[in-house]
Structures are given as C-alpha cells and as structure tokens.
C-alpha cells in the first residue's frame, strides 16, 4: 500500500497529471523518489507516440520538433525546468554559498533565469530537429527521460543532502537502505535498455549523464555547499540534454566514418 501511495505522490508532485493526492507522511512517501523513474516512461512514451501519430499524420518536421520540446514541460507543468532556472539565477549571482541559497527560494523569476530557459529551450528543439529517428532510435528516445530520473532517484536517495527544510531532504529523509537499492536497480535497468538497444550510443548517453550527475553534484557543494530540490531539477534536465546532444552527435559521427 506505501507503494501505491508513493506512486500517486510521485505522478502528484512530479507530473501535471492528475493523482490522488496523499498525505505526506514518512511511510506514505518512502517510496517517492524511486516511483519517479516511472513518471519520465510516460514522458517517453507521449514523446514517441507523438513522433508516430504525427508521421501518420504527416505533420511539418518543426511541428514535430516543437512537440518533442513541449511534451516533457506541460508533463511536468515545468517542476524541474523551474529548478533549472533557479540554479542558473544563483549560479550567475556570482556570490557567497548563503545568499545563492536565498537566490533558490525567491519566487521572482531574474534576467538570467528567463535566458537559462530560452537557451534550454532552443537548444532542445535544435537537437530534436537533428534527431534522425527510426527503429532502436525510438527507445534511446524514450528511455533518456526514464535514465535522468533513475539518476535523481539515486541522488535524492543515497548521496548527501543539504540538511534543513526542502522537499529533496524530506524525501532523502524518508528514504532508507532498501529504498536506495531500488533506485541503483532502476539505473542499471535503464542503462542495461540503452545499451542493449545501442551498444555504442547508449553507452556514450549513460556515460554523459553519470558524468553530469557528478559534476553538478561537486557544483552544487563549491557554489552551495549542498545540494537542493532546485539543484536536482537543474541536474535532471542537463543530463536529459546531454543525452539527448549526445545521440545526435554521435549517430552523425558514425555515419561520417
């Protein structure tokens, strides 16, 4: 039953989908972060049906690169995007761990902050607009938003956390040894599909996105001396457009060589 409630907690605050809502008590959400995973195979599969009903529909090639863009926003009603924005706000700050972290919390929407989102946002549909999608490519596609997930669930479970209020150190708080287990098997289950789908591209896709995780999280200890809920959403949304900059690059390599 803890199980069912975490997942309804998870599509609840991750996604724009409708969910029952549940209280937000230490058993009822201990499963929370490893449901998330769950949330990016709906993402995936919306943006592979779309591909297949605007092919069959044959929909203009920009058409179908603004929804590649658009489905993963209006499916999460921009949670994660909005931590991006955040980040790059106290990022561009330039100053003290103390005030980027009051940078995090404030509401208004700063100058660097709107750029951050416009420049994800073209780079995205850059990228989907150099995508050449056919057969395996479709489930790189769809499992790069299961792998950002996985790689969050993972973070927000077993590596540290800022202490203090936040929804991240709530759910790290909620989370045990069990719950940690689970969030390694759901990278290694999605890295296992990128590779078997495509042994050298989904290496490479797995690779850049542990190598982001990494990075942001040795970021996030030098510029806040800890990581955050923002922090998390700035570190899943670099890691799904490396992974996404990454199958383009190199399927354009391979077919030069």
């Known amino acids: 039953m803890n199980l069912i409630n975490s ?44 591909l297949y009903v605007g092919r069959k529909l044959l929909f203009s090639s920009p058409l179908m690169d603004v929804g590649l863009t658009l489905i993963p926003v209006l499916l999460t009603g921009g949670i994660h995007l909005d931590g991006f924005m ?44 150099g995508l050449v999608l056919f057969g395996r ?14 790689l969050s669930a993972v973070s927000g479970t077993l590596l540290p956390v800022r ?15 069990t719950v940690g287990v689970m969030a390694i098997g759901w990278v290694v289950l999605s890295a296992a599909g990128m590779v078997a789908v495509w042994p050298l591209v989904g290496g490479i896709m797995v690779s850049g996105a542990v190598i982001t995780l990494l990075l942001v999280r040795r970021m996030a200890m030098k510029e ?11 570190q899943l949304q670099v890691a799904e457009l490396v992974m996404l900059a990454l199958l383009v690059l190199t399927e354009r390599i391979l077919v030069m060589l």
């Open 7 to 50: 997942l309804f907690a998870a599509f609840s605050m991750f996604s724009a989908l409708p969910a029952p809502q549940v209280p937000w008590e230490k058993e009822k959400i201990r499963y929370m972060l490893v449901c998330l995973p769950l949330v990016g195979t709906v993402i995936g599969g919306a943006q592979v049906l779309w």
């Open 86 to 129: 955040d980040t790059v706000d106290a990022l561009k700050s330039h100053t003290v761990p103390e005030k980027k972290r009051a940078i995090l919390k404030d509401p208004h929407v700063g100058a660097f902050a709107a750029i951050g989102l416009f420049a994800y946002l073209l780079a995205y549909y850059g990228l989907c607009s």
């Open 137 to 150: 490519r479709y489930l790189l596609l769809f499992l790069i938003p299961v792998m950002s997930r996985s």
């Open 224 to 234: 806040f001396e800890g990581v955050s809920g923002d922090i998390a959403g700035f």
């Open 163 to 177: 202490p203090g209020e936040g929804t991240l150190n709530i759910f790290h708080q909620a989370a045990d040894r």
